[in-house]
């Protein structure tokens, strides 16, 4: 017989029990971002893990308990003790990701004989088409000449939903997040998650990009900012109207994008992908965009903390190789001048 899910007091002691010294950031963040059936598995799997390692373990009774087969059991096991990590009890954890190969154009596919239907499968579908060119465009921007060139030189404060639900007083909705980018790598240099009834801390993330621009010394010719603006929520109107003035006399009214649902995610989309780390993104999303049924069960709602713990991990995991082929270019590091992005931010974003 299976046993109890373990209550959230003895899920919080079982982690100080297999992290002693702190549970790490990323593994909070993993199970964070895991909805709340499968995090149950893999809480259930921890434990049994974690008891194993007991040198008096009845591992029947463990096997048992867990719900797994011997089999399975022993090969999480043989994962467990060389990764210490959540990722080892994940299903296909350490597998990429399958995707379809999209046709190429103008290729034809195989039918069942009609010309019509081959002609048909050898023509992209429109999202396919932008998929692809979005794909061609950061391969092309991250080789070296091309970066190079162009890095430095625009910044974007974007605003974007991602797969995460938070509650508000209308129910479910799409956590939304802002994210000041450099356009020509895809480099993030800081997030923030909106809360419950609140759009994304916008100045919050400038001011900690300005951190991170300093602390990495990029190298930084005549930059420009485009921030666009998310919808506020009823009580942030003033505030709102207040900071779309600002930044219009600072930046330029043509760097600040107000209106249309499309203006959301766009550069987010053509820098970085459809994923930040591990973390979908959900562009065409808006705070009155109200997930289905299935969708709510099936994804995950963290806490504020939780989220920002989990914002942190995935837009680090991001950045790591963007951060390596910089540093090996010199476009950050080394005699990088960061100040004209710093000035920038300033205005835009008094401290």
């Known amino acids: 017989m299976e046993e109890q899910d373990l209550q959230p007091a003895e899920v919080d002691a079982l982690l100080e029990s297999v992290w002693p010294r702190g549970v790490p950031a990323e593994e909070r963040a993993i199970l964070t971002s895991l909805p709340s059936d499968r995090r149950r598995k893999i809480i259930k799997r921890l434990n049994a893990m974690h008891q194993a390692s007991s040198p008096d373990a009845d591992l029947p009774a463990i096997i048992q308990a867990g719900g797994m087969g011997r089999s399975t059991f022993f090969a999480l096991q043989k994962r467990w003790n060389h990764e210490r990590s ?29 010309d019509r239907s081959d002609a048909a499968s050898a023509v992209l579908s429109l999202p396919a088409m932008r998929l692809r060119e979005r794909e061609r465009m950061r391969a092309e921007a991250a080789q070296p000449a091309v970066l190079l060139q162009r890095f430095g030189h625009e910044f974007v404060l974007d605003v974007s939903a991602v797969d995460m639900i938070v509650q508000d007083e209308r129910g479910p909705r799409w956590r939304i997040c802002a994210f000041l980018i450099e356009r020509a790598s895809g480099l993030i240099l800081s997030a923030g998650a909106a809360g419950s009834n609140e759009a994304p801390p916008m100045r919050t993330v400038a001011r900690e990009g300005h951190r991170t ?106 950045n790591e190789p963007i951060v390596r082929r910089l540093r090996s270019l010199g476009l950050i590091g080394g005699k990088g001048d960061p100040q004209p992005l710093l000035e920038l931010l300033d205005a835009a974003y008094p401290p």
């Open 86 to 114: 959540v990722k080892a009890l994940l299903p296909f954890a350490t597998r990429p990701p399958r995707r379809k190969p999209l046709p190429s154009m103008g290729t034809p596919q195989p039918g069942n004989g009609d």
């Open 213 to 318: 621009a300093a602390e990495l010394r990029i190298a930084v010719r005549d930059p420009s900012l485009t921030v666009v603006m998310p919808e506020p929520h009823g009580h942030e109107a003033v505030p709102w109207l207040q900071s779309h003035k600002r930044l219009g006399d600072v930046l330029g009214r043509d760097r600040v994008l107000f209106e249309g649902p499309r203006r959301f995610g766009t550069a987010l989309l053509e820098s970085v992908g459809e994923k930040v780390g591990a973390l979908g993104l959900r562009p065409r999303a808006t705070p009155r965009t109200v997930p289905t049924r299935k969708q709510t069960s099936e994804t995950p709602a963290p806490s504020s903390d939780d989220m920002e713990i989990l914002l942190e991990v995935q837009v680090a995991r991001h």
